[in-house]
């Protein structure tokens, strides 16, 4: 009998590292490099969780992962409760699938929307040719499109069109889970809050449970019930989104939430005082990974990773985040 948080859960990972041998140059041999560092997330039913941080933190190879694309050096993924190791590609494609970042570097410039849209249900054998043609009118007009889109090819769309091609063609497979990778940061401003209500429309008319991966936080807000903030292969926080945005407990939070940018022309930049230079991932700093860019940093920190602190459904990985004893 499956244990009902799990059942609860549409997408979790459990201990989830990932760890790659990086070459430094010649005759020097390969050192590790721990890209995903003991991941734990859930992912429940019905909702949306952000996961949010700089690039190069993680966030690409944790997706990798969970679309069975890259297979954890440890760890385990679970899908509905059930482990992934139980799953072959067709079947793992079938209940998760992504939306890339450029719309148009994602769709085959040598084809028709028709085609590009359809190729799930070829690839899957579900249907014939008149069945095919039919669902793809279908998910065009759910995703706003013409259905004479159809015979067009992605350089006769707008960036926008193209975006919604990707969303049809992810859709059309009726997956539980959607992978949003960065959905609307290669798209005009006038254009991303469309493409995020549609996104918004089509999880609650079909169901749907979105990771929405980015690093703007303005998107996540909107669009999040949960936030999970990663740094350096790690999840550093993460809760309810109103909690987060709130009342951050990590340093590494407040920095990003204080490097919005606001719309005020009498405001410069926001400094955040993280510094230029991210942290060397193959030779990551001792203690807690985070100290050498932290304002806050205490000398425990130096020397002593963190464990995760849980206060209700808010974690922190941080020794200043335990409340109790401040």
């Known amino acids: 009998m499956k244990d009902k948080n799990l059942v609860d859960s549409a997408l ?31 992912v429940p039913k019905g909702q949306v969780v952000g996961l949010v941080g700089e690039s190069g933190c993680g966030k690409s190879t944790l997706a990798s992962i969970l679309l069975g ?12 409760g059930e482990s992934a190791s139980g799953f072959n590609r067709k079947d793992v494609a079938r209940r ?7 719309p148009y570097s994602s769709l085959n410039p040598t084809k028709t929307i028709r085609s590009i849209v359809s190729q799930p ?33 992605p350089s006769q769309l707008s960036g926008g069109q193209r975006q919604r091609v990707a969303i049809a063609r992810a859709l059309i497979m009726r997956p539980e889970i959607v ?55 790690r999840i550093v926080e993460e809760g309810p989104s ?15 939430l204080e490097s919005v940018l606001t719309p005020d022309p009498t405001l410069s930049v926001p400094d955040t ?17 985070f100290h050498p860019r932290c304002a806050d940093c205490i000398d425990k920190c130096k020397t002593i990773a963190p464990e995760p602190i849980q206060d209700g459904d808010h974690m922190a990985e941080c020794h200043l985040a335990d409340r109790s004893c401040q």
């Open 273 to 289: 005082h993280l510094g230029a230079v991210f942290p060397n991932p193959i030779d990551p700093p001792s203690g807690c990974v």
């Open 121 to 153: 249900l070829r690839i899957h054998n579900v249907g014939d040719p008149s069945e095919w043609n039919a669902k793809v009118a279908e998910i065009l007009d759910l995703v706003g499109l013409p259905r004479r889109a159809a015979g067009s090819y």
């Open 96 to 102: 998760i699938q992504p939306i890339f970042q450029d």
């Open 179 to 233: 992978i949003c990778d960065e959905p609307t940061s290669a798209l005009d401003v006038s254009v991303q809050s469309q493409i995020l209500n549609l996104l918004q429309d089509l999880k609650e008319e079909l169901g749907l449970t979105y990771l929405l991966i980015s690093h703007n936080l303005a998107v996540v807000e909107h669009l999040a019930d949960r936030v999970a903030v990663m740094y350096l292969g």
């Open 12 to 42: 979790e990972t459990k201990d989830v590292t990932c760890v790659f041998q990086v070459s430094q140059g010649f005759m020097k041999g390969k050192k590790p490099l721990a890209a995903v560092k003991g991941v734990s997330l859930k």
């Open 69 to 80: 694309l890259q297979a954890p050096t440890k760890g385990d993924v679970l899908y509905s």
């Open 242 to 256: 109103e909690d987060v945005f709130a009342d951050p407990r990590h340093p590494y939070t407040r920095a990003l």
